[in-house]
Structures are given as structure tokens and as C-alpha cells.
């Protein structure tokens, strides 16, 4: 849910809050409700409700994204095994930087139902045959996560963001290019 909806639903549990207040005042036998309510426009109240309806229809069908999962779940004859996603991206990063050339590296796990999409986003040294390289590395990765983990590799995507020792000038001052 976003930020907006977050607070459109306190205001519009705080409205409505207060029109049940109201009308359980009033079915007291509390008059000043009665008489607060018989002053109002009726052109206004038909606006209000007309908002609120909008509103309450707004939340009805609102489909919060679903939490992406932490792990992927191996269903097996045994039992179930949970591997964390994050344990994965570990075994990928832990390949991919023993692959000659990589300098720098990010990787990022994906799940697809039993499978996982592998990105990884790499800065690499100078003079390094990129092509090779990143075949290698998607090799590896690959091999590597299937035989360790026990799940299938969908995809290995490798995002070659730099050169290593690259430097940046941002508002007179140098920078070392990082991922």
C-alpha cells in the first residue's frame, strides 16, 4: 500500500469513526446530534457521501503488492526445504568474484516458482575481453548455485556497469566509480 493510500485510510477510519459516533449518539437519544444534523446542507451530505463511497470502493478493491518472498521452497519426498534468498545471492556473489577480471560486484536473486533469475551488476578491470569474461561468469554462477543449492537456474544476467580505476568528476571533486 502506498504512503497516499496510508493516509487516505486514516482520514477516511477517522470519518467514518465519527459518523458512527455520531449515529450511535444520536439512537441515544442524544437531541444535539439530531438537531447539528437537521442544520446541514443536504447538497453537502450528498457530496460527503458520494466521497466517501468513492473512497470506501477505492479500498475494496485495492490489491496491496504481496511481500516478495524471502526464500525459495524445494518441495521434496522428505519434507520441504526453504533456501533463503539472500544465502543464494551470497553463492553467486562468491563465484562470480573468483572469476579473473571481476572487480567489483552486486548480485541480485529473483525466485520463479522452484527456479531462480540470477542479476548480477559487475565493475570490471581494464583490459579484460568483457565477451569471454562475462561468459565465463555466467558459466560459473550457474553451475555453481545448481549444484550448491539444488535449484535450477533460470537466468544468469550480468549488467557490466564500469571499468575499475575509472574516475568520475561530479561538482569538482573526483570520484571512484562504484556500483
Not at 560486484?105 to 542479476?119: H, K, Q, T, W
Amino acid at each position: 500500500m502506498h504512503a497516499a493510500d496510508r493516509v487516505l485510510l486514516r482520514i477516511y477510519a477517522l470519518v467514518v469513526g465519527l459518523v458512527a459516533l455520531g449515529a450511535a449518539l444520536w439512537a441515544a437519544g442524544w437531541k444535539a446530534v439530531g438537531a447539528w444534523v437537521s442544520g446541514l446542507d443536504p447538497a453537502a451530505v450528498l457530496a460527503a457521501g458520494i466521497i466517501l463511497l468513492v473512497v470506501s470502493l477505492r479500498f475494496l478493491f485495492l490489491r496491496g503488492r504481496e511481500p516478495a518472498p524471502a526464500a525459495v521452497v524445494l518441495h521434496r519426498a522428505e519434507g520441504d526445504v526453504a533456501i533463503a534468498l539472500r544465502a543464494i545471492e551470497q553463492l553467486a556473489s562468491r563465484t562470480a568474484r573468483q572469476v579473473r577480471g571481476v572487480d567489483e560486484l552486486r548480485a541480485a536473486v529473483r525466485p520463479e516458482g522452484e527456479r531462480v533469475a540470477i542479476r548480477l551488476k559487475v565493475v570490471v578491470k581494464p583490459d579484460v575481453a568483457i565477451p569471454a569474461m562475462v561468459e565465463q561468469l555466467q558459466e560459473s554462477v550457474r553451475e555453481y548455485v545448481e549444484h550448491t543449492s539444488g535449484l535450477r537456474v533460470s537466468s544468469v544476467r550480468v549488467h557490466v556497469s564500469g571499468i575499475a580505476g575509472e574516475v568520475l568528476w561530479r561538482g569538482g571533486r573526483e570520484k571512484r566509480r562504484v556500483l
